[in-house]
């Protein structure tokens, strides 16, 4: 047990995110004494999990058996197994915490979250569907639960348990305290170090002055690093690239989180015994747009597509399958980069922007942040012939988006923001192509039998997967296209962990005093996704990563 001054304790979180909140709150509930860093305002607690749309991969809910899915923990195995792709001998922690984070998906995960207040929404998303083997890449059946509220709806559960830590005395926080150093001695961790910044009242999510007024120490025999990866930081981006696998990395990105997601504590965390696997592997999307309306540097947010818009590289050709919206997102991006640019197109009617368009984010789904069912009625099936208002207002306002009535027009005005001319005629022979598959419920085209398909499922059908239709009739339109540029995200690999969260080293033994959670431990040992993602996996890996390290035996 700690002495009780104000600056020791018996472990040390370095990080407010969900995976600093889900650690401190179980330690709290513990009993133990708890310092939580953060290098940003208080402000802004919850870190890039409140700024999430707050899916969640679950297994066999009572919300998709409502939906008519049938899922199994044998199924999601086969379907991440199959995704990650695990080939490495630094794979072995990353197996072990996959197999325990699907015990949980499938197990204790939604009766406890509920337990703490979580609700969903009740039709499951269908991500990453794959569209390759049954052996690959993908889910088989929806399982991307959307939390109430979004990433805030997320994040308020643990939010209240820290505050009654806070209350009670065996939390405390230290806002805007940056650590720069995990203090060793004679081989025991003792605490860290660093510098303490000036007060910044920007908004959630803003860039933050890194002013230094003072330095700090604390002190604990545990510190658990929750600071998140290197998806705000492009040059590392760039630096860990797998040109073996993706080619070059572009040219220009957008940035899909934050100023503060830095990666500055994994150097640290390795200077003091910890060991970084599988830093090639990184998970960013395809679908990014220009924020007409930004809150952090280069802000970029993901369109989260249906399955029917027309996806064309910067040459004007059509991408083929597995190459759908929603699909196969890493095959997508090495196919968008060998052609040598760095952005794609949408080419789509309003009838699909209308049903098909959602934008990542708590920001951008307020109907669904506010957690009332009057506001998604209202949103997304009283819109009157149009998108819910903010996808509507990056028609109007994003430096991304070209709408016409004619396709003459709107390769025009496609040609005045890209960087590669399109031709007309190629572009016209492939969506009229297209489009002659629309008469009957049969087709050759992968993507028409792929809308098909989509649309037997009920939650599809029902707000998110357009009616089969020609892109070209006028009836159906105005036309539109869409620039789509590569919007940098989550890190997939990270600091190697066991089981409990602790960091292991280089040479394969644990590291006394030493945890690493979150996406600093690639969300679970050091990267438990392998090479791609089922998405909701990663606020998921958070939470239990976080949950780990807290009902740890190990931890001091």
Known sequence: MADGSQNSADVIIVGAGLAGLTAACELGDRGKQVILLDQEPEQFLGGQAHWSLGGLFMIDTPEQRRMGVTDCHDLARRDWEGSAQFDRDEDHWPRQWARAYLDFAAGEMRPWLHDMGMRW??????????????????????????TWGTGPGVVAPFARRLQAHISAGRVKTRFRHQVSHIIIQAGEVKGVSGEVLAADSAPQGAQTNRQEIGEFEVYAPSVIIASGGIGGNLDLVRKNWPRDRLGEPPENMVAGVPFHVDGRMIPIAEAAGGHVINGDRMWHYTEGLRNWDPIWPNHGIRILPGPSSMWFDALGDRLQAPCLPGFDTLATLKEILKTGHDYSWFVLSQKIIEKEF????????????????????????????????????FKKHGADFVVAETLSELVAGMNRIGKVPLDETHLRSQIEARDAQMDNPFS?????????????????????????????????????AVRLNILTRKTLGGLQTNLDSQMVGADGAAVPGLFAIGEAAGFGGGGYHGYNALEGSFLGGCIFSGRQAGRSDIIA
């Open 121 to 146: 929404f009740p039709v499951v998303g269908w991500a990453e569907r794959g569209g390759s083997t049954a052996e690959g890449h993908g889910n088989s059946v929806p399982r991307f639960h959307v």
């Open 358 to 393: 959602a934008l990542s984010g708590s920001e951008q789904n307020p109907d669904l942040t506010s957690g009332k069912w009057m506001e998604v009625i209202r949103s997304r099936l009283l819109s009157r012939g149009g998108a819910p208002a903010p996808v509507e207002a």
């Open 444 to 480: 050759k085209d992968a993507q028409v039998i792929a809308i098909n398909a989509a649309r037997n499922y009920r939650g599809d059908r029902l707000i998110r997967t357009a009616k089969p239709h020609r892109i070209l009739d006028r009836k159906n339109g105005p036309l539109i």
